[in-house]
């Protein structure tokens, strides 16, 4: 993609002109700064959970997110509702297998959801790689630590092409460099700031604003890739202002807020 950066930067555009509505059943950790980061983005965030409810939102809604982090029995019932009516009204939807890995309880959960064809698994290596065990998509050797990742991106690779091709879908691999394939076009990005890692629910909050970029580009790798270049880049800049993961939480919401079509082109980095 010789001219990613500017593609990019007008699908914010893009994004920020529609301000799609993007469903979010997520954890109880990550509720606030996810919404927060949609609304600073441009997209309109929705914290729908309710199986009674979820079918109507998810009929006009742009996207759907799902996000396991603190998984309960009950909301796995309301994952299961939103994700087979998404997947039977053709809306795209993205799974944060978040801990997967971790419990047989967990694992059980992610292999019930990957079912109904997610078109986005976003995690960080630890997390990609328990996935594609648990698909028997490849040998990969990932180990659970919570929700940290022990592994850097480029070790998770070759398991997230093997996942990507197995499923039909994107999967993107995120850390100090983020990894995107649709197991056959793959990108690596290296914006970002290691302040990020110190600040929680960060990840689940950049898998809610792939799901703002899906909402409104059909090409799933090329949403999925804006997305994690404008997130980076935004992070990168917000590090500039904070002195801190406190107020590099604020600048970060801040810079998700004004960052530009022309900061992305400047600023992106393409390892």
């Known amino acids: 993609m010789p001219d990613f950066a500017g593609a990019a930067g007008a699908l914010l555009e893009t994004m920020r002109a529609t301000r799609p509505l993007v469903q979010n ?4 950790v990550a509720m606030d700064i996810q919404a927060n980061a949609l609304l ?3 997209a309109s965030p929705a914290m729908v959970h309710a199986p009674e409810e979820t079918p109507e ?8 997110v799902i996000n396991i982090g603190t998984l309960s029995s009950q909301w796995l019932a309301a994952m299961h509702v939103a994700a087979s009516s998404a997947h039977a009204m053709g809306k795209r939807w993205a799974l944060d297998p978040v801990g997967a890995g971790a419990t047989a309880y967990r694992d059980g ?3 019930a959801l990957l079912a109904h064809r997610p078109a986005l698994i976003r995690g960080n290596a630890s997390e990609i790689m328990a996935v594609s065990r648990i698909v028997r998509a490849s040998d990969a ?3 659970p630590n919570g929700v940290d990742s022990v592994n850097a991106t480029s070790e998770a690779e070759n398991a997230a092409r093997a996942l990507a091709a197995k499923l ?3 999967v993107a691999a995120t850390g100090a460099v983020d990894f995107v394939t649709d197991g056959a076009r793959d990108m690596r990005l290296a914006n970002g700031a290691p302040v990020m890692e110190r600040v929680t629910a960060l990840g689940c909050a950049l898998t809610g604003v792939c ?3 899906l909402a409104v580009e059909k090409d799933v790798f090329a949403a999925t890739a804006a997305a994690l270049a404008v997130y980076g880049v935004a992070g990168e800049m917000a590090a500039a202002d904070a002195a801190g993961p406190g107020s590099f939480r604020v600048a970060f919401v801040d810079r998700l807020a004004s960052i530009t079509a022309q900061d992305v082109a400047a600023r992106l980095t393409i390892a």
């Open 25 to 28: 059943i997520t954890n109880f």
């Open 40 to 42: 600073a983005i441009g």
């Open 57 to 64: 939102f998810v009929a006009f809604s742009g996207a759907l």
């Open 109 to 111: 959960a992610v292999a």
């Open 141 to 143: 050797g990932g180990r």
């Open 168 to 170: 039909g879908c994107v």
């Open 211 to 213: 799901g703002a970029f």
